[in-house]
């Protein structure tokens, strides 16, 4: 089945820094989900990326689709204590979805 | 709106003993799914169903896990014998459509097993 590859797997930010994480595929996949789960939480929808190229924002988070449909990225700007956490991709094939290991997100104030 | 609801959230039990975990999703939502969450890790699917048919179990240990949705409402995932791999977050979700496909998926909060 389709697996995506998350980088990197830990990232330390400054509060107010930008940083970026990546969802790799060797396959071209016909979604990327992304998911937050805080420290002893559950996963949480964010968004869903379907198109190539697209491009979608949330406040400070940017999400983009690769043109080839086999990346994404996932960017947040000015960062908060509150985007602590993991952050997952996944992919979604026919109902059954296949999650990265995920970039767990530092903040240090 | 309620979420989906799980319990227990925390359950603490010696190696060979029996669990099971309870779910009910979120109304109105005909797919359920249970994942299995190791540290460190992603969720990864055990078994999803539509109303009250497993429609993927294909990465379910039937020799141990077993599942139901027999109403296709709330549903129960067991472990009998447990072993102490299985330690982990059982995690409950849900979809309002019946494919789960392109569809948000809403997890419950999990059940945290210890297997000493």
């Known amino acids: 089945g389709q697996q995506v590859m998350q980088i990197p797997q830990y990232q330390h930010v400054q509060e107010g820094e930008d940083f970026t994480t990546y969802c790799n595929s060797s396959?071209?996949?016909?979604?990327i989900q992304w998911y937050k789960q805080r420290p002893g939480g559950h996963p949480v929808f964010l968004i869903q990326?379907?198109?190539?190229?697209e491009v979608k924002k949330q406040k400070r988070l940017t999400f983009q689709f690769g043109e080839a449909k086999k990346n994404s990225s996932l960017h947040i700007t000015a960062t908060q204590t509150t985007d602590v956490g993991t952050y997952f991709c996944?992919?979604?094939?026919?109902?059954?979805?296949?999650f990265g290991a995920g970039t767990q997100v530092v903040v240090t104030p | 709106e309620a979420g989906v609801v799980q319990s227990p959230r925390y359950k603490i039990i010696e190696k060979k003993q029996p669990v099971a975990f309870w779910c009910n999703p979120i109304?109105?939502?005909?797919?359920l799914y249970w994942y299995l969450q190791n540290l460190g890790q992603g969720p990864e699917l055990l078994i999803r169903?539509?109303?009250?048919?497993?429609?993927?179990d294909s990465q379910l240990p039937k020799d141990r896990f077993s599942a139901e949705r027999l109403k296709g409402v709330d549903s129960t995932l067991k472990i009998q014998p447990a072993e102490l791999g299985d330690s982990a977050v059982y995690l409950c979700a849900s979809s309002p459509g019946t494919s789960g496909y392109q569809e948000t998926q809403y997890f419950g909060p999990g059940t945290r097993l210890l297997v000493l």
């Open positions: 990326l379907v198109k190539s190229g």
């Open positions: 109304s109105g939502h005909n797919t």
């Open positions: 396959t071209t996949l016909s979604n």
């Open positions: 169903y539509e109303n009250e048919e497993a429609v993927d």
């Open positions: 996944a992919t979604d094939s026919w109902g059954k979805l296949q």
